[in-house]
């Protein structure tokens, strides 16, 4: 018997508003890349790159579109940590395409606010494919203020705490926090770069003026790399100020372990000395003499300055 195995059918959600198509991919396969070379003719490279989750942000220039790969952050609660999710983008004077996980919330509910209100859908789409793409990243871009902000209200917390409690008891916790910034900044820093093209250069086919809306993208990413440096710069100075106070909790344990030797040095001597199989002065055997005991002592001065003349000569003391 045979079995014929069907195609999976791509999963395209569409919207048109006049002469302008927003079409929104969540979860893509094969299916969905094949798809769009087939409708768009996409390059190949550019469509594998949608597929992958580690490609770097940056932006590509064809003969007629642009293609963005793009990161965001997404704060994981099991982890506690931020995370990249990634966002590509095909932009050409008639059609957006925007291909992600569905991740990401403000994405997600502007698509769906688009296509059920024929306002929003106006408003969105009936300027230019720039103007779209603008509000696109516009959403996404605002999203990653209230992680920041986020990250600001962990570390004020952490400092406020900082010299009420115990140093032992911070070290994960702020470990935790030192660890999502530096996550945060790994996502945030490319992103510079590709707003910054963004802006300086303009494009035709987007119809739309750079300095003014795509230069305003640029500036708060700026913001968010400025926040999450200062927030970096607290970090350390705290990390600091941990790692001192460690040093004082352990020189002033090792200051009362040294007390504590030093007050039972002599009941120690004392207690090995009488402690060997030797007659000794008023030990239990009524035989002991000081031939012995004085024997003793001389052996183990002996052995302590062999020890101090190997030492000085390794310059060691």
């Known amino acids: ?78 982890a506690r940590l931020t995370q990249p999710s990634q966002v590509t983008v095909f932009a050409s004077a008639s059609y957006i395409v925007t291909i992600h996980h569905g991740e990401l919330r403000p994405l997600t509910k502007l698509f769906q606010d688009c296509s059920q209100n024929e306002s929003v859908r106006k408003d969105l789409m009936s300027r230019s494919s720039g103007y779209l793409l603008y509000r696109i990243l516009d959403v996404l871009i605002d999203y990653c203020f209230p992680i920041l902000n986020k990250v600001i209200g962990n570390v004020e917390r952490m400092e406020s705490e900082f010299f ?79 790692l001192t106070m460690n040093l004082v909790v352990n020189n002033d344990a090792m200051r009362d372990l040294t007390v504590i030797f030093t007050i039972f040095l002599p009941m120690t001597i004392i207690s090995s000395l009488y402690g060997m199989n030797v007659p000794l002065p008023g030990g239990a055997d009524p035989g002991g003499h000081v031939l012995s005991f004085f024997g003793v002592i001389a052996l183990s001065v002996a052995i302590s300055g062999g020890m101090l003349y190997w030492f000085k000569r390794k310059g060691w003391v």
């Open 1 to 78: 018997m045979t079995v014929e195995v069907q195609p999976k059918q791509p999963d395209v959600q569409t919207i048109k508003w006049g002469g302008l198509t927003w079409v929104n991919i969540e979860h893509p396969t094969r299916a969905e890349m094949s798809y769009l070379r087939q409708e768009f003719g996409f390059h190949p490279l550019a469509l594998d790159d949608c597929l992958s989750r580690v490609q770097l942000p940056k932006i590509d220039e064809y003969d007629n579109y642009l293609f963005l790969v793009l990161h965001f952050p997404l704060f994981n609660k099991v």
């Open 164 to 242: 009420a409690s115990k140093a032992a008891k911070i070290v994960q916790e702020f470990s935790f926090i030192r660890r999502d910034i530096i996550a945060y900044r790994r996502i945030i820093r490319p992103q510079i770069a590709v707003m910054e093209t963004l802006e300086a250069k303009e494009y035709a086919f987007l119809k739309l003026d750079p300095d003014v809306y795509f230069g305003d993208l640029a500036d708060h990413t700026r913001r968010i790399w400025e926040g999450l440096e200062e927030q970096k710069e607290v970090a350390d100075g705290l990390s600091d100020a941990l």
